[in-house]
C-alpha cells in the first residue's frame, strides 16, 4: 500500500516545449506531495511543496513560472517544465507524506528528463 | 516489486550512539544511499555504499550492509542535537536508475 505513481519515467524534448510530470497517490489522499530534483552527483534538492488546493510553495532559487506546479486534487500533482532548456535536464521525483498512515514518506519512481 | 523499509522514530540521549536500520528486497541493487531532511530543508545525501562493499565509514557515520539479509544500517556516533532529523534508505541499481526510498526514520536527539 502507500503507493506514489510517477509517470513517465523517462521523457525526451525538444528545447521550447513543455513536459507534463504526473504524480498520483494511488491508495491514499496526499494533501501534500513534494517536488524534487537531482543534479549530477548530488542529492536530490527540494524544489517545492505542492498543497491541494492552493499554491504551491517554491524553495528559493526556484523558478515559479518556469516549474509550474499543480495540485487540483487529492490523489495528483502535476509539475509541468516550460519551454525546457537542456539544464533542465535532470531526474525529478515526487513525494507524499503519509498523514494517515503512522507518519513517513513514500516516494514516486522519478523522472529522467532530457531535453535536446 | 523493490521495498524499502525502515522504522518510523528513534529516540537518543545526546552523546549516544544511533543505529537506524533499513531492509530491502531487490537483489540486484547495486548503490544503496541514506540521506537526511532537516526540517524545511531537502534531501541531503550523506553517504552511499556499493553492493560489493560491507562496511563504509565517514567521520561520525559508519554504514554497515549485509548483503544476504538485505539489510542496511547506519550508525551515528556522538550523537548530537543537530544531528536531528529524518533519515531515508534508499537504493538504486546505478546511474540514473529508478531509485526506491524507505519512509524514512525521524531522529529524535533528546539533551
Known amino acids: 500500500g502507500a503507493v506514489v505513481s510517477q509517470h513517465p519515467s523517462r521523457v525526451i524534448c525538444k528545447s521550447g516545449t513543455s513536459v507534463k510530470i504526473e504524480c498520483r497517490s494511488l491508495?491514499?489522499?496526499?494533501?501534500?506531495m513534494f517536488w524534487y530534483r537531482q543534479f549530477p552527483k548530488q542529492s536530490l534538492m527540494l524544489m517545492a511543496t505542492?498543497?491541494?488546493?492552493?499554491?504551491?510553495?517554491?524553495e528559493q532559487g526556484v523558478e515559479k513560472d518556469k516549474f509550474l506546479i499543480n495540485h487540483a486534487s487529492l490523489t495528483l500533482s502535476t509539475l509541468t517544465v516550460t519551454s525546457a532548456h537542456p539544464e533542465d535536464s535532470s531526474f525529478y521525483i515526487c513525494?507524499?507524506?503519509?498523514?494517515?498512515?503512522?507518519?513517513?514518506?513514500?516516494f514516486g519512481s522519478g523522472t529522467r528528463l532530457t531535453v535536446v | 516489486g523493490e521495498d524499502v523499509e525502515q522504522s518510523l522514530f528513534l529516540s537518543v540521549r545526546e552523546g549516544d550512539s544511533s543505529v537506524i536500520n533499513c531492509t530491502y528486497t531487490?537483489?540486484?541493487?547495486?548503490?544503496l544511499y541514506w540521506y537526511k531532511q532537516e526540517p524545511g530543508a531537502g534531501l541531503q545525501l550523506l553517504t552511499y555504499i556499493f553492493s560489493n562493499m560491507d562496511m563504509k565509514q565517514d567521520q561520525r557515520l559508519t554504514v554497515l550492509l549485509n548483503k544476504k539479509d538485505k539489510h542496511l544500517s547506519l550508525r551515528i556516533a556522538d550523537t548530537q542535537t543537530g544531528d536531528s532529523a529524518i533519515y531515508f534508505c534508499?537504493?538504486?541499481?546505478?546511474?540514473?536508475?529508478?531509485?526506491?526510498f524507505g519512509t524514512g526514520t525521524k531522529l529524535q536527539v533528546i539533551p
Open positions: 505542492s498543497n491541494e488546493g492552493s499554491k504551491a510553495t517554491y
Open positions: 531487490d537483489s540486484s541493487s547495486t548503490y
Open positions: 534508499a537504493e538504486s541499481t546505478g546511474g540514473y536508475q529508478k531509485v526506491t
Open positions: 491508495d491514499f489522499q496526499a494533501t501534500t
Open positions: 513525494s507524499a507524506e503519509l498523514q494517515l498512515r503512522g507518519g513517513g514518506y513514500t
